[in-house]
């Protein structure tokens, strides 16, 4: 029960933006670009590595040429056990391919849970504005891709947006004290982009792992 009144909590949260579609581009492609390939995204990307892995994204800082055309395109390797946690693009759609590697535990959150193992090959969907998260519980790296349909999609770390707010309406979410919310805050991961590497007692690599809402 406690559960579901979290998951419940976390998707009133995620839900409660406006959302929209990129507008239509006004011309074809930027002008005055010389190159419309970005060599090696992990070199040139916009990168990011902790103990999870590492995370590497189109911008149109690093990628000129996306400017206006709706698009980002991630690439992702992750060692065993790391993991993307559970967050949300408020702006777009995910699709996420698993190239090789894994496999991966993945799947989101909307009235129900939604909950898959890829294996290379295996391609899924995170719907917009919908909370989601991949882990690798193989013994292998796992090398995926994921594209989605904004320019700027935004993420929300969906731990780090349910702590923003006032510290009774967390309290009595979790049905823990207000003392207990302010030792969760010092425990949490920072808001980032980057992958996590569970605890060891988290994840057992190459064993599925089941979720049970």
């Given at each position: ?19 929209g ?15 419309f ?29 996306a ?10 390797k992750?060692v ?33 849970a ?11 969907i ?42 009774t ?8 004290t ?36």
């Amino acid at each position: 029960m406690r559960s579901l009144v979290v998951v419940a909590v976390v998707l009133s949260i995620m839900n409660a933006g406006v959302y929209g579609a990129d507008p239509d581009p006004l011309t074809d492609f930027a002008p005055g670009l010389k190159t419309f390939t970005l060599r090696d995204i992990f070199s040139n990307g916009d990168v990011s590595v902790d103990s999870g892995g590492v995370r590497a994204a189109t911008s149109v800082a690093k990628f000129p040429a996306a400017a206006s055309q709706g698009l980002q395109y991630v690439r992702f390797k992750m060692v065993p056990c790391g993991v993307n946690l559970p967050h949300t693009h408020p702006r777009a759609t995910e699709m996420l391919t698993l190239i090789s590697g894994g496999p991966l535990q993945v799947g989101f959150v909307d009235t129900q849970a939604f909950i898959d193992i890829l294996h290379p090959g295996d391609v899924t969907i995170f719907p917009r504005g919908t909370m989601h998260f991949e882990i690798n519980i193989g013994f292998k790296e796992a090398d995926y891709i994921s594209a989605l349909n904004s320019q700027n999609p935004g993420v929300l770390t969906s731990s780090v947006s349910i702590l923003k707010l006032p510290l009774t309406t967390v309290a009595t979410a979790f049905n823990i004290t207000e003392r207990a919310v302010k030792k969760l805050e010092s425990t949490i991961y920072a808001s980032g982009r980057g992958l996590k590497k569970t605890s060891k007692s988290g994840c057992v690599p190459g064993r599925d792992i089941t979720v049970d809402f």
